[in-house]
């Protein structure tokens, strides 16, 4: 089992001022791991999937993000397939190339799409979040977990409300278990 990032929300909520507005009211004391429970276990999806999304590390953030809008939805048109793509790329093989790739993708693609905002969640996980032709501006610390924060919510209001629980609370357990550092069991 590993270390969890942030031990209490306080912790999470100092290294991200701005998270706060993203996660709500939450008792600063409270243990993160707890309050992440507490969040899914009341069926609390924006709050839980806020917290999730800035608890875990970029690259982590993003894997989960892109294995969680997979559970969500059985097909992805063609710009959206190929934005999951480009950001599970990055994920595995997280340089500069795949990074930029991701970024690319999710600036040319639909803002109004879950995927597209994976993509530049994978994007904003670093180095400059502008084309190569202009001067470079480095991405905020915050910027990754807002973007996968904004793809998972995309996606929860396109759940069918029957799925809807099911699919969140398999989410949840997912982010929960990679926030502990427990090894995921193979598919």
């Known amino acids: 089992m590993g270390q969890v990032r942030f031990g209490t929300v306080q912790d999470l909520l100092q290294a991200y001022p701005m998270a706060r507005y993203d996660i709500g009211k939450a008792d600063a004391d409270k243990p993160s791991l707890d309050f992440l429970q507490e969040a899914a276990d009341a069926r609390n999806w924006h709050q839980a999937v806020s917290f999730c999304a800035y608890l875990l590390p970029r690259r982590v953030a993003v894997a989960w993000g892109c294995r969680s809008l997979r559970r969500m939805f059985d097909h992805f048109d063609a710009n959206d397939s190929r934005s999951l793509d480009f950001a599970e790329t990055w994920v595995h093989q997280s340089d500069e190339p795949s990074r930029n790739k991701a970024l690319a993708v999710g600036n040319a693609n639909d803002p109004e799409q ?5 993509a530049l969640a994978a994007g904003w996980s670093g180095g400059s979040v502008v084309p190569a032709e202009f001067a470079p501006v480095e991405a905020k610390p915050d910027q990754a977990a807002r973007a ?8 929860l209001c396109r759940l069918n409300r029957d799925s809807r629980d099911r699919i969140m609370t398999a989410c949840l357990k997912d982010g929960i278990q990679l926030a502990r550092g427990e090894p995921r069991p193979p598919r």
């Open 148 to 155: 996968v924060r904004t793809s998972l919510l995309i996606g």
């Open 114 to 118: 879950p995927a597209t905002w994976i």
